[in-house]
């Protein structure tokens, strides 16, 4: 097959949707088929003449304008059309004489545009633009979920048909595994955490439903409990809410700040941790669940889905909001973290790249099908 992929805006740095877009590509190489990935080009938000604030909007041009006339030009190439984030389901309305699918990975942002979320309040703009979204969703052929939580969702908020809804998780986007132990101690120590930290890992970004705030808190009850913990803080630069909240409980000393580390360094780091604390409010799917559980780390997360859906049995949940309930459940599960290891390599299996693009040639199969017999119909 000819298979378009859509990916994102690169001034938008949105990773996890670029690191889909990549994983996508280079599997359907693999599988033998031809690729090619276009997204919207900085012609305008990359100039630098204007002040920052005019960047969103000259953005919007690039993306809303000028790239439509540019997906226009390449799409007769095309067997089917892969928009790999939801968020560019705008451009479905381009799409109709064409097979075509969009992964939908979450509902969030909708949700929190129709007031959903009392943690966090969509401007005016936002919420046009998800409205916009909503309309491109409801357009498209197919649409594939990455959990059964965002299925649901979008089967709540859009008038696609549930045929036209499936589900496909995501795979792991590295070949994450337990990294030996010599060479994992020497990647720490260059990242300036010492040989005998007993540690707590949090992977994430600082969106709201994150709880970075919460991982702090119950890192906090931890240690009022057993003070000889760490926390390694990876992601995004932390906010000053959460600077202030490690200052004001004097936590300097015992939270670690990586930002944005390479891959093998967060292997080795989930290889080390005692467990990973995942105790998000809301999620797509969670990938950091699988990749800790497929390098043998423990995983404390949310007792919600789609949290408690990817971690199968082969997690520990807790109530992200009950930060002392939280701190009781870690402590209490501490002598079991070997059986939760080998579960969780286990459950990780579910949930490799390979599968799930066997599963998105199926579904490009039957959008083609469709499309033919639409044609020929008509």
Same mark, same amino acid.
């Given at each position: ?19 889909? *877009? ?23 938000? *990359? ?14 041009? $690039? ?10 030009? /390449? ?30 990975? $979450? ?6 545009? +129709? ?40 089967? &709540? ?29 020497? &990647? +720490? ?6 040989? $005998?930290? &007993? ?5 994430? #970004? ?26 390694? @803080? ?7 809410? @959460? ?16 930002? =944005? ?7 080795? +780091? ?9 105790? %998000? +409010? ?9 990749? #800790? ?13 789609? @949290?408690?859906? /990817?971690?199968?049995? #082969? ?13 009781? !459940?870690?402590? *209490? ?5 070997? @059986? ?7 459950? %990780? ?20 099908? =469709?499309?033919?017999?639409? !044609?020929?119909?008509?």
């Amino acid at each position: 097959m000819k298979i378009l992929l859509i990916g994102n805006y690169q001034p938008d740095a949105i990773q996890s949707m670029d690191l889909f *877009s990549v994983m996508l590509e280079n599997h359907l190489i693999q599988f033998g088929h031809q690729v090619r990935v276009i997204r919207p080009i900085p012609y305008l938000g *990359s100039l630098h003449l204007f002040p920052n604030v005019f960047k969103k909007w000259f953005g919007y041009i $690039d993306k809303l304008i000028i790239f439509p006339l540019n997906l226009r030009s /390449v799409i007769s190439w095309a067997d089917v059309v892969h928009i790999c984030d939801h968020g560019n389901a705008i451009y479905a309305r381009y799409l109709q004489n064409i097979p075509h699918i969009v992964t939908c990975h $979450d509902l969030l942002a909708i949700r929190s545009g +129709l007031g959903e979320f009392l943690e966090y309040k969509t401007g005016w703009t936002g919420k046009i633009l998800q409205q916009m979204i909503v309309k491109g969703l409801n357009q498209a052929q197919k649409v594939a979920c990455i959990s059964e939580q965002t299925r649901n969702d979008l089967i &709540r908020f859009s008038t696609l048909d549930e045929k036209a809804v499936t589900l496909i998780p995501v795979g792991l986007n590295y070949p994450y595994s337990p990294m030996a132990a010599l060479e994992a101690k020497q &990647r +720490l120590k260059a990242l300036g955490i010492s040989q $005998d930290c &007993r540690f707590i890992l949090h992977v994430g #970004a600082n969106h709201w439903y994150k709880n970075r705030l919460g991982v702090l808190a119950i890192f906090y009850q931890l240690i009022l409990k057993q003070s000889e913990w760490y926390l390694v @803080m990876v992601g995004k630069p932390m906010t000053d809410e @959460m600077h202030k909240f490690i200052q004001s409980h004097n936590l300097s000393q015992k939270v670690i700040e990586l930002v =944005e580390i390479e891959h093998e360094n967060l292997r080795a +780091l989930y290889s080390s941790a005692t467990a990973l604390l995942f105790p %998000s +409010l809301q999620e797509g799917f969670g990938w950091p669940i699988i990749e #800790a559980q497929a390098c043998g780390c423990p995983v404390f997360t949310s007792n919600r889905p789609p @949290m408690n859906d /990817v971690g199968g049995e #082969a997690a520990v949940y807790i109530d992200p909001n009950n930060h002392e309930d939280t701190v009781e !459940k870690i402590v *209490s599960s501490l002598s079991k973290l070997e @059986m939760f290891k080998s579960k969780g390599f286990i459950n %990780s299996q579910r949930f490799t790249a390979q599968n799930m693009v066997y599963q998105y040639i199926e579904l490009y199969q039957l959008a083609i099908e =469709e499309k033919y017999k639409t !044609k020929i119909t008509n």
